[in-house]
């Protein structure tokens, strides 16, 4: 009975929460159009149409305890606020320089921001709803894959998502830029090792605010059959909005690769 009753409220707010790493936010300026983290100027927990009335966010996984301090998550968290100030004061010029341009690398040029951009963000609430997930699920797979192996494949992850989001639509000029994408193949990897593990969420639906357990493959599954029926939505857009083909394309990325990073030693359910 328990859990019919966190199922319902999960699916109550599980569309919003579909997007809740990729919210954005006005910064106290009025930004360029940008793809990847963008829809509108919601925040975490606004309603993307009436019927949305919350969200869910991860806080960590409740079933295990790692062998050690996650140092490198906490890096690339730390990296993702560095170049967020840096982009706070840069502006605007700063986002055109390092966000990825589709137009751009198809035509050759630009390759580097493909790297930099997955550590850019349009806003305090943008980046911390992404470092909430990141840390929710990184540590657990930073614990399996060991640092370094998690460093690499947090970046190739976030690279094969910058990829998906030029093919799918090479000839935009919006600034494609967040790192929900190496995020997402975070998740991938999380659910093919660990998909029984309870995730301590906190669930919100109008004014009820609780914290539950929900179980690990039926969080990220819904998360991510979201995306995956969302890619014809925007995909072809040029005014900006959220880039699905990034996070499916991440995601895909971390369940088809994960067992290949893993230690000898980690293990899985």
Same mark, same amino acid.
């Given at each position: 009975m328990?859990?019919?009753?966190?199922?319902r409220?999960?699916?109550?707010?599980?569309?919003?929460?579909?997007?809740?790493?990729?919210?954005?936010?006005?910064?106290?300026?009025?930004?360029?159009?940008?793809?990847?983290?963008?829809r509108?100027?919601?925040?975490? &927990?606004?309603?993307?149409?009436?019927?949305?009335?919350?969200? #869910?966010?991860?806080? &960590?996984?409740?079933?295990?305890?790692?062998?050690?301090?996650?140092?490198?998550? +906490?890096?690339?968290?730390a990296?993702?606020?560095? #170049?967020?100030? %840096?982009?706070?004061?840069?502006?605007?010029?700063?986002?055109?320089?390092?966000?990825?341009?589709?137009?751009?690398?198809?035509? &050759?040029h630009?390759?580097?921001?493909?790297?930099?951009?997955?550590?850019?963000h349009?806003?305090?609430?943008?980046?911390?709803?992404?470092?909430?997930?990141?840390? +929710?699920?990184g540590?657990?797979?930073?614990?399996?894959? &060991?640092?370094?192996?998690?460093?690499a494949?947090?970046?190739?992850?976030?690279?094969?998502?910058?990829l998906?989001?030029?093919?799918?639509?090479?000839?935009?000029?919006?600034?494609?830029?967040g790192?929900?994408?190496?995020?997402a +193949?975070?998740?991938?990897?999380?659910?093919?090792?660990?998909?029984?593990? %309870?995730?301590?969420?906190?669930?919100?639906?109008?004014?009820?605010?609780?914290?539950?357990?929900?179980?690990?493959?039926?969080?990220?599954?819904?998360?991510?059959?979201?995306?995956?029926?969302?890619?014809?939505? #925007?995909?072809? #857009?040029?005014?900006?909005?959220?880039?699905?083909?990034?996070?499916?394309g991440?995601f895909?990325?971390?369940?088809?690769?994960?067992?290949l990073w %893993?230690?000898?030693?980690?293990?899985?359910?």
């Open positions: 328990k859990l019919q009753m966190v199922a409220l999960y699916i109550s707010a599980v569309r919003c929460a579909g997007h809740a790493i990729i919210s954005f936010e006005k910064a106290g300026r009025e930004p360029p159009q940008r793809t990847e983290i963008t509108g100027d919601r925040s975490p &927990g606004t309603p993307e149409k009436a019927t949305d009335v919350g969200t #869910v966010i991860p806080l &960590g996984d409740a079933s295990r305890r790692g062998r050690r301090f996650a140092w490198m998550t +906490a890096l690339i968290i990296a993702n606020a560095y #170049v967020f100030l %840096r982009e706070l004061e840069g502006g605007d010029a700063f986002v055109d320089r390092w966000a990825v341009i589709p137009a751009q690398i198809t035509s &050759g630009g390759w580097i921001t493909i790297f930099t951009g997955m550590f850019m349009a806003g305090w609430l943008h980046i911390l709803g992404n470092m909430v997930f990141l840390w +929710a699920f540590p657990a797979i930073e614990d399996a894959m &060991g640092p370094i192996r998690y460093l494949f947090y970046l190739m992850g976030g690279v094969v998502a910058m998906a989001q030029v093919a799918g639509s090479p000839g935009s000029t919006v600034p494609c830029l790192a929900s994408g190496a995020i +193949a975070v998740m991938g990897a999380f659910i093919v090792t660990y998909p029984r593990d %309870r995730i301590r969420t906190l669930v919100w639906i109008l004014i009820i605010i609780r914290v539950t357990y929900i179980p690990a493959v039926v969080l990220i599954g819904v998360w991510f059959l979201i995306q995956l029926l969302s890619v014809g939505s #925007v995909a072809n #857009v040029q005014t900006g909005g959220v880039a699905y083909l990034a996070h499916v991440g895909v990325f971390g369940v088809l690769t994960a067992r %893993r230690r000898r030693t980690a293990y899985s359910y």
